[in-house]
Structure formats: structure tokens, C-alpha cells
């Protein structure tokens, strides 16, 4: 089906959100639309960023995560092969992130999939647990070219990264990342780039100093903070610690400003770079709550230069949305293993998701970008 939806919103912002959000300063370009376009139903272009779980599979079972709550999709790990054909179907991709729900390290083809991109320039990146890097897997993500392995770390001690991410790993993966960075540099590596990603929250915002030290210690120089997303307008279907009563917006101002003045001053001491997701810096990354008549999900750029795919192909909007929604069907827009990329990309579903997004009643998931979270 090829229906065209009419444009909802124009170029020009709706009223009640004049203001520039700070997000739009700081996306790399790969994310924007080329400029004097305005956002439709349709992109003009082909996505320029793409994420493709490499699998769905994960050996943990994080309190914040919706895959430890529910089977949305069946379990699947991409052939090499199978990715391939995915990947060719993005011929302007710029930048790849191979993950979305799942650990990537329990893809055993993963380094010749990072080898495969790189021989077509695309800059790859992955997310990872941290758990599973022994010296096999060090040495192979460095071999492979990889540019960026971001290794999520929610506490600095033990019995607080156990409560959030279900399993007590944390030397384990202590010991793997210290081993990543030494393998990088005996082999005297320019990549991949190693950073430190912590979804803040009630339970592990005070340990976030002691998470710059670990940093530091281990020689990893970058950490980001990254906000919870949660099924915002649900609060019966909140699981886990993914609920609005364990987030750091809003509430707790005074004590939010003192532990980021504290983690910047040690950062700096350190000679860290102490930034938060979306390239924005972590004290306005926690300012997330907006007036009620602001409609900050207009300004989202995702469906329009990003594409999501999962392990079984299926095409989301964006990589927040499955953490943002119970209505996971009304997620998928398409399945690249059915029908073409180009031909989802410009269906009545991409349209029609992408005139919601502009107007003043977007989908549930996007209702609370901005509003609940950063965009
Ligand atoms: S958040 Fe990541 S590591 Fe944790 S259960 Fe989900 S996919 Fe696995
Ligand atoms: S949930 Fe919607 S508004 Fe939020 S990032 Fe995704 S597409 Fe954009």
C-alpha cells in the first residue's frame, strides 16, 4: 500500500514551541535533514543512520529493560549473510550502531559484520553490556575495526549495578573493559574509541562520582549520562525500576546540580570528558521536564534521516520507542525480510507515523520525548 498521507505540519514551528530545543544545536549533521527542507509524511532522503540489532538475545536481565518483562519478538541473531542483506538496502548509511535490545557481543559474526561495514566506509558503532568481553573478544573488536564501543555501566558498586542490571557482574566486566583498553593499546590501535554509558536514576545517582574515578582508573575517557525512558503515561504498566517514582528530573534539583558540579570537577581534575547522550551536556540532559503546552516531540528529526531495524527485521521508528510504549506492534512500520526498505520508508505507515509526530497528538511513544525525557 502507497498512500500518501496530506502534510499535517509544515516547516514552521506549531505554535507552543517556538523555543529551539537544545538538542537540535548539538545533532551531528548525519542526523539532520539537508537544510531548507522541511519535515512531511515523506523523507526526501534515505537514512544516513541506521541501527540493526545484530541480535536480540542478551545474557542479562536488566530492571530497566522491557525485553526482561516481555516477548515482543521471537529470539534471533543475524547471520552475516542476513545482515548483508539488510545493510545493502541502506545505500547512503553514514553511520551504523549495531544494537538496539540485545547484547552484541553474543553474535559470534559480529567482527566479520564490523569488518564488512567498514570495507563500505560507514563508521560502526556498538553498545554493550561489558559482561562478556574476555580477551578473545578484546582483540577481535580492535582487529575488526570497530570506532566505537560505548560499555553501559548503571552504579559504581556492586550491589547497586546487580539491582538495576539483575546479574552481579560488575568485576567481570571491570576486568574485560581494562583488558579492551590495554589490547587497544598493545596493539597499538587507534579505535575503537571506548566510552562509559550509565542510565542515571534514583538508585545510582550518587555513585556517579565514584563512576568518574572508575573511569579514570581504568583509562576509559569518556562517560555519558543517559536519561530513563519508560512507559510514562502508563503507570500501571511501569515494570521493573522503569517507572516515573525512580527518575531524576524534576524533583531533587538541588542535589541533581551538586553531584554533576562534583563529577565535573572531578572529570576535569581527571581529564575526562563528562557529556550525556545527544551530545548534550549532563546538567541540561536532566532538565527533561517541560511546560504542559510545550510539544517538543515536533521537533524530533529520527524518522525522517534514522532507521531501526530488529533482528527479525521489523522496522521501527526509532531506538526509544520500544522502551517508551506497551503497543510494541504499533511500533513496526514494515519487515525488511517481506518488502524493501524504499518501499517502507515511503508507505502509508511511515506517513502517517511521521504526519502524527508533527502534529499535536503523535504516537503514545513519542507524547513523551521531551516531556518525560530528552529527546
Ligand atoms: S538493557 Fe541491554 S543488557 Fe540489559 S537486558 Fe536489556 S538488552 Fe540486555
Ligand atoms: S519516540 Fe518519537 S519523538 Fe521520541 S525519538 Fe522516537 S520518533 Fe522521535
Redesign the pocket.
Known sequence: MSEFIPLLASSSPPKGSLRLLPEQMFLPDAYRLPTGVAKGPLSPISPRVVFIEVTNR?????E?????FFDREPLKTLSCAEFVQIAEQFPEMRRVLLHG???PLLNKELPQIIKYLKGREVEVII?S?GTLLTPTWQAALVESGLDQYRC?IDGAKSETYARI??ANALPKLVEGLAGLVKTKARLQAETPRISIWCVATKENLAELPDLVRLAARLGVPELYLQRLVYFAREPEQQFGLARDDRTIFGPDHDYQEEIITTCEALSAELGLDFRASGARDPRHSLEAARPADFSPWQECMRPWTTAYVTANGNCLPCCISPFATSNYSSLILGNLFERPFAEIWTDYLYQKFRSKLLSPQPHQACSSCGVYWSL
Open positions: 542478551c545474557n542479562l536481565l536488566c530497566t529493560c522491557p525485553r526482561t535490545i540485545g547484547e553498545n553490556n553501559s542490571r539483575g
